[in-house]
């Protein structure tokens, strides 16, 4: 959803942003490790209940993730390792993000908090899952209110703004919501 829109304003800024990374050489591969590693350093202040400063690390760490694609499409470096490595390291981000926060929590004894992020992994990965598996039977996939653009812009928020019970309701209502989506998506599809 919002990611569509994104993607189409903020394309021509990420492309002038890529010119100089690939004169230096740099290859989409580093960027999309750099921002496993930026995304782990996030995922360790949130595990010490260092919220703020954690939604700030995942920002840069996203632009690495955005700037990959610009980067592969400006250096003729598309490839199908490129995109199953970017989508791969993309999930394991994720994960990492939500068992720093499960950690924090864990230790405050959050029973709510717990159990929503449990509700928000099971909903990403299945957003996830959905669509590479509807990739795999022919069908493109890329409906649904929240794609990991929608994800990440909450969980910053959320952070940000110090109002993660908040935040992770949503996250965990609307993953699960674009996980159904997605599978009427694939079934309206199928079904013509």
Not at 85 to 91: E, V
Not at 158 to 176: D, K, S, V, Y
Request: aromatic fraction near 10%; glycine fraction near 10%.
């Amino acid at each position: 959803m919002i990611s569509r829109w994104a993607r189409r304003w903020t394309e021509g800024v990420f492309n002038l942003c890529a010119r100089p990374l690939h004169r230096l050489g740099i290859s989409p591969n580093m960027l999309t490790v750099a921002g496993l590693v930026t995304t782990l350093g996030a995922a360790a202040l949130l595990a010490f209940g260092y919220q703020r400063p954690g939604g700030a690390v995942i920002i840069p760490a996203s632009l690495f993730d955005a700037l990959d694609g610009a980067l592969a499409r400006l250096g003729d470096q598309k490839s199908s390792y490129g995109a199953f490595l970017d989508s791969t390291l993309d999930r394991w981000a994720e994960i990492a993000l939500y068992l720093g926060l499960l950690c924090w929590y864990i230790q405050r004894g959050a029973k709510l908090e717990i159990v929503l992020i449990y509700l928000t992994i099971a909903g990403s990965l299945m957003v996830s899952y959905t669509r590479a598996r509807a990739e795999g039977v022919g069908i493109e996939c890329r409906v649904g209110l929240f794609t990991r653009a929608e994800r990440i812009l909450t969980l910053i928020a959320g952070l940000l703004l110090q109002l993660m019970p908040w935040a992770l309701g949503i996250l965990a209502l609307f993953t699960n919501i674009t996980a159904v989506q997605r599978l009427w998506h694939v079934r309206q599809a199928t079904k013509k």
